[in-house]
């Protein structure tokens, strides 16, 4: 018996709360007497297990949600098992433990029947499930602090192998395996760090994202989802990603008041959220590292989330096509490593579907005979982005644009050189946004009235932001023509 707070959650309903349980391979077994049985309902579903003996299952009810066969219990188990005889366990995303260093201090000695599995790698994989994602640094750091725990010695870090990393994965991915969980492995698009995660291989993604969500707070993921991947994602501008600003507008915490019949007939009435609730959730998101909160202020899917969602994501963001791969889709993947890009760069033409992760791309090009694209041979010139410097980019064009059209030659010169020791990679895409900007009919700068204003005199800080306030609602307009542009050239 382990002694600690667990507890068992669905969709915001605690169904197990427990000060004592039992761990057996890695999963919390809840005493029935910590389990609320109204939330239950038996199932005909059974497994068999050669040292624990048959399981039974249970389905989790929640209003209009049926959780099928999410939780399963012995009911004449084993010898070896007699400790958890009754006990019920949880699918791993509804259960959580409120202090997961105790794993580090559990009784040990017992025979374990499963061979090397042993209370370090439960305490490996647990507190891999306790982050959703791991680097291989904090990788290692877990792995040294399990090893001082076993050893009574200190261990380093640094003396822990990519090796110890490896077989301490392999374990956890055996030991999640019998139940539908994976864990995936993938390089952060722009650190270039190996995450591990652990993601559901069945089921539906969504729901796993949200088990411990309210019905409205999964109503507003799914709308933050549409905003990331259909309203700031087209074909002439693949943000991918929400401001803090865009995630708090009316049309993705509103809701509809309505039940979502066709896919979500389990889900209750979409009431929608409060700007509050909306931005406790977004902090708890990215603290969950569902989400990334970039320096700039944009939220973008973790790795974690795009591993856990990838096939999701097509299916609900990519049209069907009869023949081809010719037209353009919203979800795209690396030309390099296959995995999807949210952050990276895109071809040159729009309607091309090609993309390339910058962390991939000098090894790509280094494999080919000429930087071309390898669908339609355009010229690649590494300029067109996706991600949030689709924005940024555009947005620090104007604003050097701007200083250098004020005429304070010294003041614009001095702003682009540390602009430039900032980044220099993204010099050229600015000039190239800034000329795009110049080359269009219609909404030129230069015809503002204010223009003159600008040329005279020195702006304030206060007045920089506002123009900068008008510049990003002119260029979203702008980005909204063009989405019509190109709608009615398609037909
Ligand atoms: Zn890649
Ligand atoms: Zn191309």
Not at 59 to 65: A, E, F, Q
Not at 433 to 453: I, K, T
Request: hydrophobic share 30%; proline share 3%.
């Amino acid at each position: 018996m382990t002694k600690g707070k667990a507890t068992a959650v669905a969709s915001g309903r605690t169904i197990a709360e427990t000060d004592e349980y039992e761990i057996v391979e890695g999963n919390i077994y809840f005493p029935p007497s910590s389990v609320n049985q109204s939330y239950l309902s038996k199932t005909d579903h059974s497994t068999h297990c050669p040292w624990k003996g048959d399981a039974a299952y249970y389905s989790i009810n929640l209003d209009k949600t049926e959780l099928k066969n999410a939780a399963w219990y012995y009911p004449e188990p084993k010898e070896k098992a007699k400790n958890i005889k009754d006990y019920v366990a949880f699918s791993l995303f509804f259960q959580s433990l409120h202090d997961a260093t105790q794993y580090t201090k559990m009784d040990r000695g017992s025979e374990d029947p499963h061979g090397n599995y042993d209370d370090s790698n439960r305490a490996f994989l647990q507190a891999l499930m306790g982050r959703g994602q791991i680097t291989l640094e904090e990788g290692k750091k877990i792995l040294a602090a399990i090893f001082t725990a076993q050893s009574n010695q200190d261990v380093n870090p640094a003396q822990v192998t990519k090796d110890d990393i490896d077989s301490y994965i392999a374990a956890a991915a055996d030991a999640l395996s019998p139940l539908d969980f994976e864990i995936r492995s993938t390089l952060h698009q722009q650190t270039k760090q190996r995450i591990y995660a652990v993601v559901n291989s069945i089921s539906d993604p969504l729901t796993q994202m949200a088990t411990t969500r309210t019905s409205e707070e999964m109503f507003y993921i799914k709308r933050l989802l549409d905003a990331m991947f259909e309203t700031h994602n087209t074909k002439k501008s693949e943000v991918m990603a929400v401001t803090g600003m865009q995630a708090l507008e009316k049309r993705v915490t509103k809701g509809s008041g309505r039940r979502d019949s066709e896919e979500n007939s389990q889900l209750a009435v979409d009431k929608g959220v409060t700007g509050e609730q909306a931005e406790k959730l977004l902090a708890a998101l990215v603290k969950e590292k569902w989400l990334e909160h970039s320096q700039k202020g944009y939220y973008k899917l973790s790795p974690r989330a795009l591993m856990e969602l990838r096939s999701w994501l097509v299916d609900a963001y990519n049209e069907e096509t009869d023949d081809g791969d010719d037209d353009w889709q919203r979800i795209k993947f690396c030309e390099a490593c296959k995995e999807i890009v949210t952050v990276g760069q895109r071809c040159a033409n729009s309607n091309c579907n090609v993309r390339l992760h910058n962390i991939c791309e000098t090894a790509f090009w280094n494999s080919k005979p000429s930087k071309q694209c390898p669908t339609c041979n355009t010229a690649w010139e590494g300029k067109h982005y996706v991600g949030e410097k689709v924005i940024t980019s555009k947005e620090e064009g104007l604003r050097r644009k701007r200083s250098a059209g004020a005429g304070a030659g010294a003041s614009a010169k001095r702003s682009r050189a540390a602009d430039e020791d900032e980044d220099e990679d993204e010099d050229e895409g600015q000039q190239d946004s800034g000329n795009r900007r110049r080359s269009r009919p219609g909404g030129d700068e230069d015809e503002q009235p204010n223009g003159q204003r600008r040329s005279s005199r020195r702006k304030t800080p206060e007045e920089e932001e506002d123009e900068e306030e008008e510049d990003e609602e002119e260029q979203e307009q702008e980005e909204e023509e063009e989405e019509e542009e190109d709608d009615e050239n398609d037909d």
